[in-house]
């Protein structure tokens, strides 16, 4: 997959939306895989004011940009409409989610039958988590974070620094 052409790829441009409250490595393990298969990837920050963040918009946007820096055909972006919204004013024909375990099924199916009743013409694809990331989620980084737990085989040196920063923990 690493050498793929530009002609191998699909001629789609696809979102990866989600909160990224802060990205880890089973979300970036998502996007390493999904964008060689892409023409281009837009991995897009939720800004959802009825959900409380930890890191800021632009704090979120900046550990993307960091942990996705070598690969080229994947930028950064946010939005503060509906996600449908957003996919219609970018032009994008596909939403890629991932999927960890049958307890994400239930949302990301309902997720996905809405944004197709909105707009039609849009696609959900959902890669499956790889196995060593399955248990991780951003929540469970940022409790381990807080009492003081070592992070940084789960999350880039940047955001796990940035975490401790966060839970003025000193390590
Ligand atoms: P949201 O609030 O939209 O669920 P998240 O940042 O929690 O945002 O997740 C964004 C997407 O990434 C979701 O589709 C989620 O299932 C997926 N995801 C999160 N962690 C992992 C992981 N470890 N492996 C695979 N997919 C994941």
């Given at each position: 997959?690493?050498?793929?052409t530009g002609?191998?790829?699909?001629?789609?441009?696809?979102?990866?939306?989600?909160s990224?409250?802060?990205?880890?490595?089973?979300?970036?393990?998502?996007?390493?895989?999904?964008?060689?298969?892409?023409?281009?990837?837009?991995?897009?920050?939720?800004d959802?004011?009825?959900?409380?963040?930890?890191?800021?918009?632009?704090?979120r946007?900046?550990?993307?940009?960091?942990?996705?820096?070598?690969?080229?055909n994947?930028?950064?972006?946010?939005?503060?409409?509906?996600l449908?919204?957003?996919?219609r004013?970018?032009?994008?024909?596909?939403?890629?989610?991932?999927?960890?375990?049958?307890?994400?099924?239930?949302?990301?199916?309902?997720?996905?039958?809405?944004?197709?009743?909105?707009?039609p013409?849009?696609?959900?694809?959902?890669?499956?988590?790889?196995?060593?990331?399955?248990?991780?989620?951003?929540?469970?980084?940022?409790?381990?974070?807080?009492?003081?737990?070592?992070?940084?085989q789960?999350?880039?040196?940047?955001?796990?620094?940035?975490?401790?920063?966060?839970?003025g923990?000193?390590?």
């Amino acid at each position: 997959m690493a050498n793929q052409t530009g002609n191998e790829r699909l001629r789609v441009k696809a979102v990866y939306p989600g909160s990224f409250d802060p990205v880890t490595k089973g979300h970036l393990d998502i996007i390493q895989r999904a964008a060689p298969t892409l023409h281009k990837l837009v991995v897009a920050v939720a800004d959802n004011p009825s959900k409380k963040q930890c890191f800021s918009i632009e704090e979120r946007k900046q550990f993307l940009k960091t942990v996705t820096e070598g690969i080229p055909n994947v930028e950064v972006d946010s939005f503060d409409t509906l996600l449908v919204d957003y996919v219609r004013k970018k032009n994008i024909r596909v939403i890629i989610r991932g999927l960890r375990a049958v307890t994400d099924f239930e949302m990301e199916f309902q997720m996905a039958l809405i944004n197709k009743s909105l707009l039609p013409r849009a696609e959900t694809i959902f890669l499956v988590t790889s196995t060593e990331y399955s248990f991780l989620s951003s929540s469970i980084i940022k409790e381990v974070a807080a009492y003081g737990g070592d992070v940084t085989q789960f999350v880039h040196p940047m955001v796990a620094q940035g975490l401790y920063n966060k839970f003025g923990i000193k390590r």
